[in-house]
Nanobody, 114 residues
Framework: QVHLQESGPGLVKPSQTLALTCTVS??????????WNWIRQPPGKGLEWMGA???????YYNPSLESRTSISTSASKNQFSLQLSSVTPDDTAVYYC??????WGQGTQVTVSS
């Protein structure tokens, strides 16, 4: 059973970079064919796929966020990370890390406010 846990600051100031980490247990981040994703849900809105990284290091981003988004992995820590730059209050959301859509972290609330 794969378990994912998001971590990072709950409050980020406008124009700063949001940085979140997803720690994976019960599975390896380097397993061939796996796709590790970041998804968010703003208050009162639906889920938005932000991007993914595969076990070979290939990255895929939502075109609407691509210019501000970076996803990376740390094999030694069995983690993958999200960076979202130049945040605004519109980036306030619950952020989830997932393995495909089969395994989800519990989500972490991030608020962008001064």
């Amino acid at each position: 059973q794969v378990h994912l846990q998001e971590s990072g600051p709950g409050l980020v100031k406008p124009s700063q970079t949001l940085a979140l980490t997803c720690t994976v247990s019960g599975g390896s981040i380097t397993t061939s064919g796996y796709s590790w994703n970041w998804i968010r849900q703003p208050p009162g809105k639906g889920l938005e796929w932000m991007g993914a990284i595969t076990s070979d290091g290939s990255t895929y981003y939502n075109p609407s966020l691509e210019s501000r988004t970076s996803i990376s992995t740390s094999a030694s820590k069995n983690q993958f990370s999200l960076q979202l730059s130049s945040v605004t209050p519109d980036d306030t959301a619950v952020y989830y890390c997932t393995l495909y859509d089969a395994y989800w972290g519990q989500g972490t609330q991030v608020t962008v406010s001064s």
